[in-house]
């Protein structure tokens, strides 16, 4: 069987992080073809500067370039106090020498696109701002029908930025819309599921008490979630960008419902949100949204930990 | 013993909800019926009124209030009560008649002049809850609750908003910002009591007139919940809130921020529940979330089943 061909666009953060190890892990199934970077948890610098990296400790030699510093219209605002300061939590990886690749990003990510065999396909995922991938569907078309779908993290019924608004979305809802609005086949890896997968304390602590240097890393990464006012009384921490990772890999574990998806880029209390059609009875044209409400716990469990200690 | 106005645009659910509220069972002490346009124009919701009221041979005023929503234009669904508002069952036209005046002075003089506190239970659109805060503001002193049918963390109407909220989302804003405690049935447990074809056999089962027009409410509403939204049954969403005034421990709800969406793109007329804590923002709102539906039920036919004492039993 061939393999799926990956594109990543994320912002480490440790989720992101995390998502890249399961990535990482998988070359097995995927092809993945570079990484692209936006600002969302931390500045695009210190994004960068994570992805640049985390690919050398996984030893994942695929090219990173260095996307959009801000959202389409709004001002920035970055997770500093989710993800810690240097988007890592605690974390310090080994320096590394890899540089992000020269030239124009969206083009890059085009030509990755473009330069596929014509009879394959590019999946593209998504875990952070849609800054990025709206900016590619805006400044090449072409690549539309080049796109197998999109697996996002993003969005959901309910919100954690604000009651209504996911993270993501909320840090960029123009491009949100953009690319809700593209009829591309989009999987949403939004609140809902996330909200379900995770890593409990057991094995979190089998991580960070590890000898092997790679586990130990990512286990202390979660350990700083683990240890955030959001997830004190908590037994699982949600490893949000990692679950988009083992959809692709393994989507048999997720169960989800097609609908159609606006995005709210009012400026308003909802502004951010995606609004999910969920009416039984709502029209089937514009259903392109895959809204995955439901996982196997204990298989992702069990799926993410092989993974990682593969590495 | 408490006072409740009932404000209300019957409606199929309203009129349970009147019933409930009206039965041996209940120790609920009535002062009024006020309309407001919603199911369908407030007129006909008027009748419905005088027709229940009569049915039920109960002695407490019936009001009639707006006609239209405080900012924008008349929203009705015929589609979902038809054209009368609440057809099914066929009641003669009622020789009772409204009291003259309006419902939302109706609501500020009851209000004024109770010695006790007072419940306000809309079931419909808030308008005249709304327009009563804004004319006679010294009424949030006297009301203890308002207990309503409306909104939720997903829509009916659109995909973001509930239809009473839908409706008129600035009189909503208005009440939820009013300071007066707020108890919310939105669809997030309203959807919980559906009134599927076992549950009609129930109230079928039982023999007084009452069980029996609440049944062809129920046959008539469940067949334009399945034909409208793909359900096995009608929502009894109004029936909620008087449901909660006679046996509050039936619903499991949570003290949360609740804000009314008045400009959203997409989600005008959402109620925007801070179910997670991340606005800072204070409780406001006593959202139901949960229903022990079993014990739901039970009391339901318990109510019906009420009805079957005395001498003028059909």
């Given at each position: 069987?061939?393999?799926?061909?990956?594109?990543?666009?994320?912002?480490?953060?440790?989720?992101?992080?995390?998502?890249?190890?399961?990535?990482a892990?998988s070359?097995?199934?995927?092809?993945?073809?570079?990484?692209?970077?936006v600002?969302?948890?931390?500045t695009?610098?210190r994004?960068?500067?994570n992805?640049?990296?985390?690919?050398?400790?996984?030893?994942?030699?695929?090219?990173?370039?260095?996307?959009a510093?801000?959202?389409?219209?709004?001002?920035k605002?970055?997770?500093?106090h989710?993800?810690?300061?240097?988007?890592?939590?605690?974390?310090v990886?080994?320096?590394?020498?890899?540089?992000?690749e020269?030239?124009?990003?969206?083009?890059?990510?085009r030509?990755a696109?473009?330069?596929?065999?014509?009879?394959?396909?590019?999946?593209?995922?998504?875990?952070?701002?849609l800054?990025?991938i709206?900016?590619?569907?805006?400044?090449?078309?072409?690549?539309?029908?080049?796109?197998?779908?999109?697996?996002?993290?993003?969005g959901?019924?309910?919100?954690?930025?604000t009651?209504?608004?996911?993270?993501?979305i909320?840090?960029?809802?123009?491009?949100?819309?953009?690319?809700?609005?593209s009829?591309?086949?989009?999987?949403m890896?939004?609140?809902d599921?996330?909200?379900k997968?995770?890593?409990?304390?057991?094995?979190?602590?089998?991580?960070?008490?590890?000898?092997?240097?790679?586990?130990k890393?990512?286990?202390?990464?979660?350990?700083?979630?683990?240890?955030?006012?959001?997830?004190?009384?908590?037994d699982?921490?949600?490893?949000?960008?990692?679950?988009?990772?083992?959809?692709?890999?393994?989507?048999?574990?997720?169960?989800?419902?097609?609908?159609?998806?606006?995005?709210?880029?009012?400026?308003?209390?909802n502004?951010?949100?995606?609004?999910?059609?969920l009416r039984?009875?709502?029209?089937?044209?514009?259903?392109?949204?895959?809204?995955?409400?439901?996982i196997?716990?204990?298989?992702?469990?069990n799926?993410?930990?092989?993974k990682?200690?593969?590495? | 013993?408490?006072n409740?106005?009932?404000?209300?645009?019957?409606?199929?659910?309203?009129?349970?909800?009147?019933?409930?509220?009206a039965?041996?069972?209940?120790?609920?002490?009535?002062?009024?019926?006020?309309?407001?346009?919603?199911?369908?124009?407030?007129?006909?919701?008027?009748?419905?009124?005088?027709k229940?009221?009569e049915?039920?041979d109960?002695?407490?005023?019936?009001?009639?209030?707006?006609?239209?929503?405080?900012?924008?234009?008349?929203?009705?669904?015929?589609?979902?009560?038809?054209?009368?508002?609440?057809?099914?069952?066929?009641?003669?036209?009622?020789?009772?008649?409204?009291?003259?005046?309006?419902?939302?002075?109706?609501?500020?003089?009851?209000?004024?002049?109770?010695?006790?506190?007072?419940?306000?239970?809309?079931?419909?659109?808030?308008?005249?809850?709304?327009?009563a805060?804004?004319?006679?503001?010294?009424?949030?002193?006297?009301?203890?609750?308002?207990v309503?049918m409306?909104?939720?963390?997903?829509g009916?109407?659109?995909?973001?908003?509930?239809?009473?909220?839908?409706?008129?989302?600035?009189?909503?804003?208005?009440?939820?910002?009013?300071?007066?405690?707020?108890?919310m049935?939105?669809?997030?447990?309203?959807?919980?009591?559906?009134?599927?074809?076992d549950?009609?056999?129930?109230?079928?089962?039982?023999?007084?007139?009452?069980?029996?027009?609440?049944?062809?409410?129920?046959?008539?509403?469940?067949?334009?919940?399945?034909?409208?939204?793909?359900?096995n049954?009608?929502p009894?969403?109004?029936?909620?809130?008087?449901?909660?005034?006679?046996k509050?421990?039936?619903?499991?709800?949570?003290?949360?921020?609740?804000?009314?969406?008045?400009?959203?793109?997409?989600?005008?007329?959402?109620?925007?529940?801070?179910?997670?804590?991340?606005?800072?923002?204070?409780?406001?709102?006593?959202?139901a979330?949960?229903?022990?539906?079993?014990?739901?039920?039970?009391?339901?036919?318990e109510?019906?089943?009420?009805?079957?004492?005395g001498?003028?039993?059909?």
């Open positions: 069987m061939s393999k799926i061909n990956v594109w990543i666009d994320c912002d480490p953060g440790i989720d992101d992080a995390i998502a890249l190890a399961a990535a892990a070359q097995d199934a995927l092809h993945i073809h570079g990484i692209s970077t600002a969302g948890n931390q695009i610098e994004v960068t500067n992805a640049l990296a985390l690919s050398s400790f996984l030893k994942l030699d695929v090219p990173v370039v260095r996307g510093e801000g959202p389409l219209t709004r001002a605002e970055d997770a500093g989710v993800h810690g300061e240097t988007g890592l939590g605690n974390t990886l080994p320096k590394t020498g890899k540089q992000a020269k030239g124009n990003t969206f083009q890059l990510i030509d696109i473009m330069n596929l065999p014509e009879d394959e396909k590019m999946t593209l995922v998504p875990v952070g701002p800054t990025n709206a900016l590619l569907l805006k400044v090449y078309p072409e690549v539309n029908t080049r796109i197998k779908e999109i697996v996002l993290m993003g959901g019924t309910f919100g954690n930025r009651p209504t608004a996911e993270f993501n909320w840090g960029d809802p123009e491009a949100a819309k953009i690319v809700f609005d009829d591309l086949p989009i999987v890896c939004g609140l599921v996330t909200h997968s995770g890593l409990d304390r057991n094995q979190v602590e089998a991580m960070f008490t590890s000898q092997n240097e790679v586990q890393a990512f286990g202390d990464m979660l350990k700083f979630y683990f240890d955030s006012p959001a997830y004190i009384n908590s699982l921490v949600h490893i949000h960008d990692a679950v988009a990772v083992i959809y692709v890999t393994n989507p048999e574990i997720f169960k989800g419902i097609q609908v159609s998806v606006d995005v709210d880029c009012t400026d308003d209390i502004r951010g949100m995606t609004v999910c059609d039984k009875t709502a029209p089937e044209a514009g259903r392109n949204v895959t809204l995955l409400n439901d196997d716990l204990t298989a992702f469990q799926i993410l930990l092989e990682l200690s593969s590495l | 013993m408490r409740v106005i009932l404000d209300c645009d019957p409606g199929h659910d309203d009129a349970i909800s009147i019933i409930i509220a039965s041996d069972v209940s120790d609920l002490k009535i002062l009024g019926i006020t309309t407001v346009a919603g199911n369908v124009e407030v007129e006909k919701n008027t009748v419905n009124a005088l229940i009221s049915l039920l109960l002695d407490v005023p019936v009001v009639q209030g707006a006609r239209r929503p405080l900012v924008k234009k008349s929203e009705i669904a015929p589609e979902i009560h038809g054209e009368t508002g609440m057809d099914g069952p066929v009641l003669k036209d009622p020789e009772i008649s409204a009291l003259d005046g309006h419902a939302v002075d109706f609501i500020i003089d009851q209000v004024m002049q109770s010695d006790e506190a007072v419940t306000l239970v809309p079931t419909g659109p808030l308008t005249n809850i709304a327009m805060l804004i004319k006679e503001p010294r009424i949030i002193e006297n009301i203890d609750e308002i309503l409306g909104g939720g963390t997903f009916n109407w659109t995909p973001a908003a509930e239809f009473n909220i839908f409706v008129d989302a600035e009189a909503a804003k208005v009440v939820y910002e009013s300071g007066v405690p707020v108890t049935f939105g669809l997030d447990v309203t959807h919980q009591v559906i009134a599927t074809q549950i009609i056999q129930r109230v079928g089962n039982i023999d007084n007139k009452i069980a029996e027009f609440v049944k062809e409410l129920l046959i008539f509403f469940g067949e334009t919940y399945k034909n409208h939204f793909g359900f049954g009608g009894i969403h109004d029936a909620c809130t008087t449901m909660y005034l006679l509050p421990e039936l619903f499991k709800t949570e003290y949360l921020n609740v804000t009314i969406e008045t400009k959203g793109e997409y989600s005008y007329g959402m109620t925007v529940v801070d179910t997670l804590s991340v606005t800072g923002r204070e409780p406001n709102t006593n959202v979330l949960g229903v022990d539906q079993e014990a739901f039920w039970s009391l339901f036919e109510i019906l089943k009420s009805y079957s004492g001498s003028d039993n059909e």
